[in-house]
């Protein structure tokens, strides 16, 4: 029997719906950042490309540069800008996962660089989104 003040009122566990809506609320914004990167120009090449250590939202081509694009999407601006997520753990994993797509596909010389795609969702509204060209370098 659970005691009456671990309950508080709820049959389920309290946090178990806001994480559906967090995964929910990054799908829309994947989906909205990528429609926008291909309004711009982009040449998507990859969705969620995985490695064992992290994942890149986009891999895309823009012109005859690769772009590892992160996006991040945020309801509010309570916890700051979306793109401020992107500390300089996040940008090693990025940078990590892009070098090892860089070996497999035998595209060390490449031209590359990373970009940010920021979502904010509130109200109902249209997205608004906003693009950071080469948001950062790898270290």
């Known amino acids: 029997m659970i005691p009456p003040a671990v ?3 709820e049959e389920r566990p309290p946090y178990a719906p806001r994480s559906a809506r967090h995964i929910r609320l990054g799908r829309r914004g994947e989906e ?4 926008y990167l291909v309004s ?13 250590t992290a994942e890149i939202d986009f891999i895309a081509e823009e012109g005859d540069t690769l772009v590892f694009v ?21 940008r090693s994993r990025i940078a990590g ?20 795609v920021e979502v904010l969702e509130s109200g109902g509204a249209p997205p608004r989104i906003r693009l ?8």
């Open 7 to 9: 309950r508080l009122g």
């Open 32 to 35: 909205a950042a990528e429609r």
């Open 40 to 52: 711009l120009g982009y040449r998507i090449l990859e969705r969620r490309y995985r490695t064992r």
């Open 70 to 90: 992160e996006v991040k999407t945020r309801s509010s601006l309570a916890f700051g800008q979306p793109a401020e997520a992107v500390d300089g753990r996040k």
């Open 97 to 116: 996962v892009a070098s090892l797509y860089l070996a497999r596909r035998g595209a060390a010389d490449r031209a590359c660089r990373f970009d940010v």
């Open 132 to 139: 950071i060209r080469d948001a950062f370098e790898a270290r």
